[in-house]
Every structure is written in C-alpha cells, then in structure tokens.
C-alpha cells in the first residue's frame, strides 16, 4: 500500500476502527485455534500415527506457553512497544501454523503448537492495550464489546470450522488457514495502529520476576492439566503444586523489591481491577467448564459428531456476538457494575437450568440454557474488560491486559481440571453404588474414565453413563453457584458508576524510586 493509498483510506478519524478491525483478525485467529485442533485430532492421530499422550499435548502444549507467558508478554510490549510486539507474535503464531501443518512427527507437532502459545501470548495482551490506547475511554466499551464478540464467534465456529476444513481438505488446512489472516493483520497493523509503551519505565527487563513467574504458573498450569491423569495426591502433581507455590510467592518477593517491577501489585489496590480479574477467573471457570463438558455429554450420550455438537453451540454464539457490543456501548454509559452482575447472574441460572440432564433431554432444553448463557456471557466479556482497562494508567496497559488474559486462561483451565475431578470422584461413588457385584479394580477404572467424558460399551454401559449424568449433573449446579458468588463479587468490587481515571499518588523517589502511578476507578 502506497503512502497515497495510505492517507486514502487511513484518515484520522478513522485510524482507530482500522486499528480495532487489524487487532480483531489476530484474536480471531487466536481463539480458534483454542477449539479447532479439537476435531482434527482422529486426522492427525491417522496420519502421523500420534500416541494418546501426544494428542493430549497437541492441545496441552498450547495451553501451557499460552498462559504461562501471558503477563510478561503483556509487560514486554509495554517497555518495547505494544504494536512491535503484537507484530512478533503475528508473525511468531503464522509461521509455527505453517510448520505445524508441514509436521512429519508428533514432536515436531507438539513443538511448534508451544510456539504457537508462544505467539499467541505476545497477541492476545497485545490487542487489548493496543485498543484501549487507541480509543478514549468514553468509546473503549464499544471497541471493547466488538472485541469480545469476535472472541467468542472465533471461540464457537472453531469446531464447525475445523470440522468441515479436516472432512473437506484436510488437517494441515485449519493450520494454513491462519497464514493469509495473519498476513492481514500485520499489513493493517503497520499502516493504521499507532506504536505505544509506557514511558514512565525505561526499557529494561525484569529477569529474576520473569523466571519466578514463569516457574510458578508453568508448574500450576501443568498441574491443573495434568491432575486428574496423574492423581491428585500422586508426587508428580504435589511436587508441581508445591513448585507453583514456591516460585509465586518468590515473584511476589522479587516484585517487592525490584526497582522496576513487571507487575505492580498496587494494580490490585483498585476494586475496579481486583474484581474484574475475580470475575474473569470465575466466568471462565464456569463457561470453559461448561462447554467442554457439555460437548462431551453431545458426543458421548446424545451420540452427536463433533460437527454435530459444535453447530448446537452456535445459537448461544449468537447471542454473544450479538450482547457483547450492546454491552460495551452500555457500559460507556452506565459503568460496568450492572452488567458483570446480571451476566453472571445469567449464567448461574443457565448452569442450574442445564443441570437436570438426562440421556434423553431434548435439545430444545438445552437450547433455551444455550441462549440465556450466550446473553449472560456477552454482557460480562466487555465490561469486563473495560473495567480492567479503566482502572490502571493507559501506559500500563499491557500488562493489566496480561494479567486478565491469565485469570481467564488459568479459570478456564482450573474449571475444567475441577469438574473432571468432581465427576470422578462422585461418578465412583455412584458407580459403587450401582455396580456393587464388579470387583472393585474393574470399577476404579470405569471411574477413572468419567472424567474425561468416556462411557464403557456393554453390560456396565447404562450404569456408566448414568454415573456421568448424575456427577456432570452436580458438576453443573456446583458451577452455578460459583458464578452466583461472581456475581456477588462483581456487585461489591465493581465501581457502580462510569469509571474515570484516578491516579493514585506517586511516592517520593526516596521511598520508591521507580514506583510506577495507577488508576481507580472514582469512587
């Protein structure tokens, strides 16, 4: 594009609504990837000749870099620049899809799926702080809403995207699909968004705090993955919690200290900021939760495809696209509190509603559930974030957008790792109960599967699966009542009223010679 084409089409007035179109490519692009491996896994397993355990990491690898590289992604692009930044990892994510999809091993898979995390972590925090610079607040809920929608349509047409691209073509293809939409991106990117970082910082590192964390949420991530597989009590997994402990708390030590923090933990003396990243945690925890679980109710009980079980999804996606920008433009106007505390409210409803399922309920139930979380989760995503954004200094950003991108990804990853938990244990219970005449090895083991969904074939298969209804069904109440609890933090901690910029005071340089200043939201 020309400089002539350049001032054409790319004016001031509206640089940013090409800079909000540029960002929403690249978290497209992310969030399906989040769900489209899912149905090519059986291709992939074919073609390669994958092991279980490598499937498993096909999504595992992902999840793990993803979010243990979050916040620092986030705070890089603060000191070094939020647009350089969200450039590399465009780039980064284009060019491990391609060498995913040249893949000849299950290593090399799993490898460049880390990378993809890798890419994906210096984008996502990225596009959020690139938006709240680029907007002025009394128009970031909009931008926001939009932003969210896109989240979750990429979140949702994943499956039925993957499912026709792997029946059509083939798997490599959902992995080259994501080259000519990172190749958008990056050209939009460089001729509408405006580079940014924070000026109040010089571009220096914080080494020591970015091995802690990254020691910390590796070893708590993979444990959450991994616990359920593993066992609970087994040394692998209480080594890995003991090490998320130890290298968390020797973060929190190590930002204490440092001259130049990469989170300033005064972040969280604003309600505003403490109760977003409370409400990110929980909505994940219940909808990740939900949608995993359900699918494999779809797939498992109802006999669904994978297609199949995607495309019922897509009304509740619906709904999201259609609330999250309703939401953003509401929040402009009437401060986020309402809207996080009646979507989450929403939620609980739908979580207790969907937890009463039986091997024949009617998809029109499930339906009417499907549509009341769809407008529950659209009228949190943006408010949400907009909360978050509103309450810090625009040159922390960044980092504030990491941090909200990790309380989703480690609710998400913790809701599902605590259903499959708590179905498992109650499932074995109910199977005691129901199969006392089994010897007990043989129903430990049709136990141990419940939690990922499977159901046995023959004599024990309808005492199975009514196990699995009977713990999912808990599960899923259990799920409502965390959300109902989130939206009570939400009504307490949310300011109730339009968030407007507060900075805290500054210490002197005596007491804190590199304190970084922060925003409230007013009281």
């Known amino acids: 594009m020309t400089d002539a084409l350049r001032t054409r089409f790319i004016t001031d007035d509206n640089r940013r609504w090409w800079t909000l179109g540029a960002m929403c490519f690249a978290l497209f692009m992310v969030m399906l990837d989040n769900t489209v491996v899912n149905v090519a896994l059986p291709s992939i397993q074919e ?8 499937l498993e990491w096909t999504l595992n690898a992902y999840t793990l870099s993803f979010a243990v590289l979050l916040v620092t992604g986030g705070r890089l692009g603060d000191l070094f620049g939020r647009r350089r930044m969200f450039l590399f990892g465009v780039v980064a994510f284009g060019f491990s899809s391609a060498m995913i999809g040249f893949s000849q091993s299950e290593a090399w898979l799993v490898a460049f799926r880390a990378a993809q995390g890798i890419g994906a972590a210096f984008m996502m925090p990225a596009t959020l702080s690139i938006i709240a610079n680029a907007f002025p607040p009394e128009e970031r809920g909009k931008a926001i809403g939009t932003w969210a929608g896109v989240s979750a ?7 039925v995207v993957g499912g026709w691209l792997v029946d059509a073509v083939s798997w490599q293809s959902i992995f080259f699909l994501n080259i000519p939409v990172a190749i958008a991106a990056v050209a939009v990117t460089l001729f509408a968004a405006d580079e940014s970082r924070d000026e109040t910082a010089p571009p220096s590192v914080d080494i020591p705090g970015v091995a802690a964390l990254t020691i910390g949420l590796t070893a708590l991530v993979l444990a959450l993955v991994e616990g359920n597989a593993w066992g609970w009590g087994s040394p692998a997994i209480v080594a890995l919690l003991a090490a998320a402990v130890s290298g968390l708390a020797a ?18 003396r604003s309600r505003g900021f403490l109760g977003a990243n409370l409400v990110a945690f929980v909505m ?3 909808m990740l939760a939900t949608f995993f679980f359900i699918a494999l109710y779809l797939q498992n009980v109802r006999g669904y495809t994978p297609l199949e079980a995607g495309v019922r999804f897509l009304p509740m996606t619906a709904v999201i696209i259609a609330a999250g920008p309703i939401a953003g433009r509401l929040s402009d106007r009437i401060g986020p509190r309402p809207l996080m505390t009646a979507g989450l ?16 309920t009617p998809y029109s139930t499930l339906l009417g559930a499907f549509i009341v979380m769809g407008f529950g989760i659209g009228l949190v995503m943006s408010p949400m974030s907009t909360a978050a954004m509103n309450a810090v200094e625009q040159s922390k950003a960044g980092v504030a957008s990491g ?10 990853t913790f809701g599902i790792a605590a259903m499959g938990a708590l179905i498992t244990g109650l499932g074995r219970h109910k199977i005691d109960e129901l199969l006392p005449a089994v010897p007990e090895g043989a129903r430990e083991k049709l136990a141990d599967g419940l939690g990922a969904g499977q159901t046995a074939a023959g004599p024990h298969a309808s005492a199975v699966q009514d196990a699995f209804l009977y713990a999912l069904n808990d ?16 009504w307490l901690l949310i300011d109730p009223r339009v968030p407007a910029r507060e900075a805290l005071p500054v210490p002197s340089p005596a007491a804190a010679p590199a304190s970084e200043a922060m925003a409230e939201a007013a009281a």
């Open 345 to 360: 409210a929403a939620i609980a409803v739908s979580l207790f509603w969907q937890g009463h399922l039986a091997p024949d």
């Open 251 to 268: 973060f929190a030590l190590i930002e204490s200290r440092t001259a130049f923090p990469m989170v300033d933990f005064r972040f969280f």
């Open 403 to 412: 941090i909200l991108s990790m309380s989703r990804m480690v609710g998400g």
């Open 47 to 54: 073609d390669l000749g994958a092991s279980i355990s490598g």
């Open 153 to 159: 349509l990429a979140l949702a047409v994943g499956p």
């Open 475 to 490: 599960g899923l109440r259990l799920s409502a009542v965390v959300a109902a609890v989130g939206a009570v933090l939400a």
């Open 284 to 286: 994940s925890f219940a």
